[in-house]
T-cell receptor, first 112, second 115 residues
């Protein structure tokens, strides 16, 4: 069985500061990992995904994530936060059929 | 191109009633999945359909059922509603099923409130 744990249900960052959202996974097979963003009253939008190959994955809106097998982690970062980054972020792992197992989410607040 | 569409956007029901939620996938996508997102939690997988066949079912009671039509649209049905069924119901579509790296595109969801 697969699972993900997101550390920190709320993160507050200053505009222009580094955004770091933590995700650790558990998987009995090589994992396929995803980060989604959810803006208020909207569905989920894919930021980036890791399947195989390069462990540093670049996504949309300046986000990137690094797959670290030894640490079973897939942390999401953005060098400089923007007010528009305020949203909820979900880490997810896929099973072999494409069923997504999501973490509990991290709410990001960006302060001026 | 239109994204995944869901109807209705909001719904209020009372305990014991039945509800039907609808989803239209992106044109060309043959797989539809349903997720339940309770307030403050991540989405939980309910069903996956591909080419009108059920390909996966999450840990939900038999009160939850779904189907996929020949045009690949889908319905989620919930019988005997409970207060705990109040949630945002998300539909996601993808071209394939059975591929772990397959990107799923999510609709805006249907907000169900059970009173």
């Amino acid at each position: 069985a697969q699972s993900v744990t997101q550390l920190g249900s709320h993160v507050s960052v200053s505009e222009g500061a580094l955004v770091l959202l933590r995700c650790n996974y558990s998987s009995s097979v090589p994992p396929y990992l995803f980060w989604y963003v959810q803006y208020p009253n909207q569905g989920l939008q894919l930021l980036l995904k890791y399947t195989t190959g390069a462990t540093l994955v670049k996504g949309i809106n300046g986000f990137e994530a690094e797959f670290k097998k030894s640490e079973t982690s897939f942390h999401l970062t953005k060098p400089s936060a923007h007010m528009s980054d305020a949203a909820e972020y979900f880490c997810a792992v896929s099973d072999s059929w494409g069923k997504l197992q999501f973490g509990a989410g991290t709410q990001v607040v960006v302060t001026p | 191109d239109a994204g995944v569409t869901q109807s209705p956007t909001h719904l209020i029901k009372t305990r014991g009633q039945h509800v039907t939620l609808r989803c239209s996938p992106i044109s060309g996508h043959k797989s539809v999945s349903w997720y339940q997102q309770v307030l403050g939690q991540g989405p939980q997988f309910i069903f996956q359909y591909y080419e009108k066949e059920e390909r996966g079912r999450g840990n939900f009671p038999d009160r939850f059922s779904a189907r996929q039509f020949p045009n690949y649209s889908s319905e989620l049905n919930v019988n005997a509603l409970l207060l705990g069924d109040s949630a945002l119901y998300l539909c996601a579509s993808s071209f394939f099923s059975g591929s772990p790296g397959n990107e799923q595109f999510f609709g805006p969801g249907t907000r169900l409130t059970v009173l």
